[in-house]
């Protein structure tokens, strides 16, 4: 049963409070991601089966949702996917780019 709703947002975005308070007068479960912790905070596993039934999971701050569990997503100005600063300009982008195919794909496929 799907029923949570994904937020994906920045975690000092003020304007969440006064949704995630609505969520809960109606007992309705809820999840705030920020996409900008992906991949270095982050654990993606997602699995397309034969009958376009997706499975897997997001696991980020202690934190799991099993992908089959969101209902829908709530969009609001998160923080940008960003490879670790360190590395070579070139690795960083293809982190970021490969990143974000990666979790913007897996989102586009939920229902």
Same mark, same amino acid.
């Given at each position: 049963?799907?029923?949570?709703?994904? %937020? *994906?947002?920045?975690?000092?975005?003020?304007?969440?409070?006064? !949704?995630?308070?609505?969520?809960?007068?109606?007992?309705?479960?809820?999840?705030?991601?920020? #996409?900008?912790? &992906? $991949?270095?905070?982050?654990? *993606?596993? &997602?699995? *397309?089966?034969?009958?376009?039934?997706?499975?897997?999971? !997001?696991? &980020?701050?202690?934190?799991?949702?099993? !992908?089959?569990? %969101?209902?829908? %997503?709530?969009?609001?100005? #998160?923080?940008?996917?960003?490879? $670790?600063?360190?590395? #070579? #300009?070139?690795?960083?982008?293809? %982190?970021?780019?490969?990143?974000?195919?990666?979790?913007?794909?897996?989102?586009?496929? !939920?229902?």
């Amino acid at each position: 049963m799907r029923h949570t709703v994904l %937020i *994906l947002s920045r975690s000092d975005d003020a304007h969440l409070d006064r !949704l995630t308070q609505e969520l809960d007068q109606l007992h309705h479960s809820w999840i705030r991601f920020d #996409p900008g912790d &992906f $991949p270095q905070h982050v654990t *993606l596993r &997602f699995e *397309l089966g034969d009958s376009d039934k997706t499975q897997g999971y !997001l696991s &980020f701050r202690g934190k799991r949702i099993a !992908l089959e569990e %969101i209902g829908s %997503i709530w969009y609001r100005r #998160p923080t940008p996917i960003q490879a $670790p600063a360190d590395l #070579p #300009p070139l690795q960083q982008t293809f %982190i970021e780019r490969e990143a974000r195919a990666g979790l913007w794909g897996m989102l586009r496929t !939920l229902n």
